[in-house]
């Protein structure tokens, strides 16, 4: 069974940092793509960052680029979301993603607030 736990969110000044953590189990996480998502309140959920399987190719949304770095580690099932210079807009759920046997699986989501 597929599962997906998120942790590391919580409330940070503008210009902070944050690291997220999801935790994979119930498949073979090493040959999956991963993918952070996040949505704030009345808006819909956005793709943030995306990681491939082995080689560890990535992107991001523009919104992200040069604060966000998205990482993985194959041996302990988990992928990371380094949050840096943060800012109010960045306030949202983020959740993490992936994509198998022609379905997704969500985490629960972990709360982000970026406020002074």
């Known amino acids: 069974q597929v599962q997906l736990v998120e942790s590391g969110g919580g409330l940070v000044q503008p210009g902070g940092s944050l690291r997220l953590s999801c935790a994979a189990s119930g498949f073979d996480f090493e040959n999956y793509s991963m993918r952070w998502y996040r949505q704030a309140p009345g808006k819909e959920r956005e793709l943030v960052a995306f990681i491939f399987s082995r080689g560890g190719s990535t992107n991001y949304a523009d919104s992200v680029k040069g604060r966000f770095t998205i990482s993985r580690d194959n041996v302990k099932n988990t992928m990371y979301l380094q949050m840096n210079s943060l800012k109010p807009e960045d306030t949202a759920v983020y959740y993490c993603?992936?994509?198998?046997?022609?379905?997704?699986?969500w985490g629960q989501g972990t709360q982000v607030t970026v406020s002074s």
């Open positions: 993603n992936v994509w198998r046997n022609n379905r997704d699986y």
